[in-house]
């Protein structure tokens, strides 16, 4: 095995058909998108023409314009992604130290929380759906609080928040697994040995459990802004299909409705760039930390 290893041409042997498969369904893709996006349109028939208008679509998105939902839709991916970081990350966070630290039924409890994750998006926005539509102006009407005008998701001031608490709610459990497997994961002794010290319910969960899974939480942090960026199915079904309110859906329409191909690739490579820039500037800052406390134990 060792030989085999060692040899770089079995190295290539191996390693060429994975790269070759994943260049077919990603990289060239990409980078046929990028193509698309520098044209004007992308021909529909044979004998149309498309010529090199190079950044015109990408400026295109970001001009103010009366019908440009773009803008608007990229702001509504940085509230889901704000509400993600600072609200579902931090709840998945508390029920996973509950249950690392021991609560009767930890168990049921866990495979409870993540049977949300293994439900279809397109099942959980209908019942959520219904829950709008029937349940919860009922529950309003006995406390006696008003009812949105048009409902919940068909008051412009509502429905973007309300189409985001399914997508929050559903993957509270897969971060919760994930932070949990990496708390079980801190060895016993750490954790007897800060007991010993004094240390004990928030005070043991802010100086050591969290500190020793921060890759986990960086992991976590990478999937929740990715997701953010990217969300599509939930909005589209609760929305009702014809919205762009967020840049995937506003893709969508441009492509499949309005045939704009070329300003459509447009907004999925601005898609794709958001993904990255916000994936290395985590990577980054997570390095940044990692040095900083690195030259603090060397001092």
């Not at 019908?67 to 509400?83: D, H, K, Q, T």
């Not at 953010?228 to 199915?233: A, E, G, I, R, V």
Request: some cysteine; proline content about 5%; glycine content about 6%.
């Amino acid at each position: 095995m060792k030989r085999v290893l060692s040899n770089k041409w079995s190295i290539a042997v191996f390693v060429l058909p994975t790269v070759l498969f994943f260049s077919y369904i990603v990289i060239i893709p990409i980078f046929k998108t990028l193509w698309y996006s520098l044209l004007n349109e992308i021909p529909a028939k044979v004998g149309d023409k498309s010529h090199f208008v190079g950044l015109e679509n990408f400026i295109k998105m970001f001009t103010p314009a009366r019908r440009n939902p773009f803008p608007n839709a990229v702001g509504n991916s940085l509230l889901y992604a704000a509400l993600s970081i600072f609200v579902q990350l931090p709840f998945s966070m508390f029920i996973a130290l509950l249950l690392a630290n021991g609560v009767k039924g930890e168990s049921l409890y866990r495979n409870m929380l993540f049977v949300p994750v293994v439900i279809s998006s397109i099942v959980v926005s209908l019942l959520w759906g219904r829950l709008y539509k029937g349940l919860l102006p009922q529950i309003f009407d006995l406390m006696g609080w008003q009812v949105p005008k048009g409902g919940f998701l068909g008051n412009l001031n509502t429905k973007i928040w309300f189409s985001f608490i399914p997508s929050l709610w559903q993957y509270v459990g897969y971060h919760m697994l994930l932070m949990y497997g990496a708390l079980k994961s801190i060895p016993e002794d750490v954790i007897e040995a800060a007991t010993v010290d004094g240390a004990s319910g928030a005070k043991l969960a802010f100086r050591i459990q969290i500190p020793m899974i921060k890759p986990m939480l960086k992991v976590c942090l990478s999937f929740s802004l990715i997701g953010s960026f990217k969300l599509f199915d939930t909005p589209w079904v609760l929305l009702e299909r014809a919205n762009m309110d967020l840049p995937a859906l506003s893709m969508y329409v441009e492509m499949f409705s309005n045939h704009k191909y070329s300003y459509a690739s447009a907004q999925a490579i601005f898609i794709v760039v958001e993904c990255l820039v916000f994936t290395v500037a985590l990577n980054w800052l997570f390095r940044e930390k990692r040095e900083a406390g690195k030259e603090l134990k060397g001092k």
